[in-house]
């Protein structure tokens, strides 16, 4: 089951733009991760901010989270056509599963 | 080099010819876990294992099997793979199960059963 929606489920901007997509899921969680998956191949973790934290950085990326609205949202700044990728969110689903429950993801598309 | 990796990258098969996808990990982790990513529906567990021969069901383990007789290898095994199962394949890894610690994954498997 999927965890929640990603929004907007499609991006397409210039290269040195910002890039915002945002995540949204049902049940309470101890903390929120963001993947990225180039075309076809295996997904990389990005950044995990815990439930207690608010804001995470990781060199161009943010990483926000709101736990009263269950949301969280990840910016990439100063965008570059190599971060042409989809973007998943992804929470622990039940406990020492090692299940991740994803988003549909964003795809992202940075123009040259 | 820390990965998961995963063989074949691409596979095309008939109805009902058995076949076995491997997964390895090099980062001594104890989890590991096997999803399918189908459009429109997203990533799903198949079947993850907590360690050596400790394996269960994820959300959609019917017609999968797996073993875990090595830390490293979890292999997936279609005893009689169906059309239903062209999907793209992952493997991944981590320290624990639980909350708190980042997956590593395989660069997947293209499966198409005709």
């Known amino acids: 089951s999927q965890q929640g929606e990603e929004d907007p489920q499609a991006l397409s901007i210039q290269e040195g733009e910002n890039a915002t997509m945002n995540c949204s899921y049902k049940?309470?969680?101890?903390?929120l991760q963001w993947y990225r998956q180039n075309s076809g191949r295996g997904l990389v973790h990005l950044i995990l901010?815990?439930?207690?934290?608010r804001e995470k950085h990781s060199g161009r990326l943010r990483v926000t989270l709101d736990t009263s609205k269950k949301s969280s949202s990840l910016l990439i700044t100063a965008s570059r056509a190599a971060d042409t990728a989809s973007y998943f969110c992804a929470t622990v689903g039940g406990s020492n599963t090692g299940k991740l429950i994803f988003g549909q993801g964003t795809t992202l598309q940075v123009k040259p | 080099e820390a990965q998961v990796t995963q063989n074949p990258r691409y596979l095309i098969t008939v109805t009902g010819k058995k076949l076995t996808v491997t997964c390895s990990q090099n980062?001594?982790?104890?989890?590991m876990s096997w999803y399918r990513q189908d459009p429109g529906l997203g990533l799903r567990q198949i079947y993850y294992?907590?360690?050596?021969?400790?394996?269960d069901k994820g959300d959609v383990p019917e017609g999968y099997k797996v073993s875990r007789k090595e830390k490293r290898n979890f292999p997936l095994i279609l005893e009689s793979p169906s059309p239903n199962q062209t999907s793209l394949y992952f493997c991944?890894?981590?320290?624990?199960?639980?909350?708190?610690?980042?997956?590593?994954f395989g660069q997947g498997t293209r499966l198409t059963v005709v």
């Open positions: 049940t309470s969680i101890n903390n």
């Open positions: 980062m001594n982790h104890e989890y």
């Open positions: 901010i815990r439930s207690n934290e």
């Open positions: 991944a890894s981590s320290w624990t199960g639980g909350s708190g610690t980042e997956a590593f």
């Open positions: 294992s907590m360690n050596v021969e400790v394996t």
